[in-house]
Nanobody, 124 residues
Framework: QVQLVESGGGLVQAGGSLRLSCTASGRTFSNYAMGWFRQAPGQERQFIAGINWTGGATWYADSVKGRFTISRDNAKNTLYLEMSSLSPEDTAVYYC?????????????????WGQGTQVTVSS
């Protein structure tokens, strides 16, 4: 059983930065791609960033490209999301998820384990 635990969310002013972390249990973290998703109130959960199993390839939703950076430390079983130039439109619950494969995708259906989410609120 894999457990994912997000941390680092909180309240930040527009233009500010936050770093989210996602720590995974188990010894197979490095074998799978990982992703970050977010869900704003009244909206569907959407993909925002993905990273392959080695960390050598990353991909982003257009809405966060150039502002967010996904990374991973396989030795620490930890996934990160560095967020900068935050705006109120980034307010959401942020979830990390483990892909079913080494390369991942931007579709929710391609991820089999999910964290409980961490709230990010950006004030104007």
């Amino acid at each position: 059983q894999v457990q994912l635990v997000e941390s680092g969310g909180g309240l930040v002013q527009a233009g500010g930065s936050l770093r989210l972390s996602c720590t995974a249990s188990g010894r197979t973290f490095s074998n799978y791609a990982m992703g970050w998703f977010r869900q704003a109130p009244g909206q569907e959960r959407q993909f925002i960033a993905g990273i392959n199993w080695t960390g050598g390839a990353t991909w982003y939703a257009d809405s966060v490209k150039g502002r967010f950076t996904i990374s991973r430390d396989n030795a620490k079983n930890t996934l990160y999301l560095e967020m900068s130039s935050l705006s109120p439109e980034d307010t959401a619950v942020y979830y990390c998820a483990r892909s079913e494969t080494t390369w991942g995708s931007n579709r929710m259906a391609g991820y089999d384990y999910w964290g409980q989410g961490t709230q990010v609120t950006v004030s104007s």
